[in-house]
């Protein structure tokens, strides 16, 4: 062996007198990674997020969701389930994503649609309505 530590190589592990030694897990835990940048995990995420951009309709798509608006109006007492997509504006990036939604057409106003579950949608972000 190295003659170098040979005075305190047999010599006891030395006990602290005055406070109890740590736990072992406490020991581990001061060596846990940590995230040095707040929140900077979840700017990533989002950052990678997708969204998709708004689709112009055609004429004809037009012409069909209007077709199918004046249906509407002629059966609107008698609160007709629908289907639509339109077009959802993200809240936190640029473009959105299309949603699916039925329900229970209640009224038909200028610039927008409402449902009996009170849910409201623009006539403008309409990508398509059908009768179910």
Do not use: C, W
């Not at 040979?6 to 060596?31: S, T, V």
């Not at 037009?62 to 389930?81: F, Q, V």
């Amino acid at each position: 062996m190295n003659d170098k530590y040979g005075d305190i190589i047999d010599l006891p592990h030395y006990e602290p007198k005055n406070h109890l030694r740590m736990a072992r897990i406490d020991r581990a835990a001061q060596f846990a990674p940590f995230a040095a940048l707040t929140g900077y995990e979840e700017l990533i995420k989002e950052t990678a997020r997708l969204t998709n951009k708004r689709k112009a309709l055609s004429d004809d798509e037009k012409e069909e969701i209007n077709r199918t608006l004046n249906l509407l109006i002629s059966k609107i007492k008698e609160t007709p389930r629908v289907r639509v997509i339109y077009f959802k504006e993200d809240e936190r990036k640029e473009g959105g994503e299309y949603v699916e939604y039925e329900g229970n057409l209640k009224k038909i106003e200028a610039d927008s649609l409402i449902f009996s579950s009170k849910k409201k949608i623009l006539l403008s972000d309409l990508s398509s309505i059908s009768l179910d």
